[in-house]
């Protein structure tokens, strides 16, 4: 599958500590929600920040919606007035703020910002409960879960084609995940010809699997695979077998798992025939499985002994 690209990253570079994030190529396609997946300290986190213009020293370069640059993002306002960002930090709004003021601001700095959408989001996400009281509740009284709801009710009162979204479901409860997704979705088909795209980062990925159409793996600080989700379900193929074979089996299988009864894991497609004159049993990976094996190649976590 092919589409236009909505951000494209090329020669990525950036260094902390002994950490390196080295990114050669990443395009993320257009009117598709792209999920950015692996371990705590991967680097999604700093990538996604990259792209949202919080961290700008780096090596390399940024496309945004095919044309415009890491300058343009900065200087020309159509940028950034068609990117939504939502992040981890508890100060995002600052704890001392209202509610008020934090409708008041946003309607300053984003001139798409629809004030009386924002109020029906929150109303519809239980944040405030329509009494004149909510305008004065402050940012510091809400929980977690709230206040990334309230990111998210400001980023979807405003007219944007592109949100990136870091771990956005990480604070939620499993119902409002499951909102979470249905108001990607909906963002997603709210514009005629694909317009609109989403990146968020997650390691909640069976949470989000329903709403994720393309994903890239990456692992201390490198991306491992990428592509739609169909397609590398196609590449890959999950195999359980009986534990006479799990030896001639691990030489196999891109990654492994076992227990007294038998092994299982992940195969490249094309190396299932080499498992000929086993007893298998195959299916098709779910993203979950597809995602920790891939991650549990290039993982430098020691497993337990």
């Known amino acids: 599958m092919k589409a236009e690209t909505v951000i494209s990253c090329k020669n990525i570079q950036k260094k902390y500590g002994h950490f390196e994030l080295n990114i050669d190529s990443i ?19 700093t990538l996604l920040e990259m792209i949202a213009g919080i961290k700008k020293q780096h090596k390399g370069d940024i496309t945004y919606f095919g044309s415009y640059t890491e300058k343009d993002r900065e200087n020309n306002p159509y940028v950034k007035e068609n990117i939504g960002y939502t992040g981890t930090d508890k100060f995002y709004f600052l704890p001392h703020w209202t509610l008020k003021q934090t409708k008041e601001l946003q309607s300053v700095l984003f001139d798409s910002f629809d004030g009386k959408k924002y109020d029906k989001i929150l109303d519809e996400l239980a944040v405030t ?19 990334v709801k309230l990111m998210l009710a400001g980023v979807l009162a405003r007219d944007t084609k592109l949100l990136l979204m870091d771990e956005p479901a990480s604070p939620l409860d499993p119902l409002m995940r499951e909102r979470l997704c249905s108001m990607i979705r909906d963002y997603l088909a709210s514009s005629e010809g694909s317009e609109k795209s989403v990146i968020f980062s997650t390691h909640n990925i069976s ?84 995602s920790v094996g891939i991650m549990r190649a290039h993982t430098r976590v020691k497993p337990l002994i």
């Open 27 to 45: 395009d993320f396609p257009q009117g598709f929600a792209t999920a950015l997946i692996g371990e705590n300290g991967a680097g999604k986190t």
């Open 129 to 147: 409960s329509g009494s004149n009281s909510d305008n004065n509740k402050k940012v510091s009284s809400l929980s977690d879960g709230n206040r």
């Open 207 to 290: 949470d989000m699997e329903n709403v994720t159409d393309y994903a890239i793996i990456i692992e201390n600080g490198t991306v491992v695979e990428q592509g739609f989700v169909e397609d590398l379900k196609e590449k890959y193929i999950y195999v359980r077998g009986e534990k006479k074979d799990e030896e001639s089996a691990k030489h196999i299988l891109f990654d492994i798992t076992s227990n007294k009864y038998g092994y299982e894991g992940l195969c490249l497609s094309e190396n299932l025939e080499k498992l000929a004159g086993m007893d298998i049993e195959t299916s098709a990976p779910t993203l979950s499985q597809l």
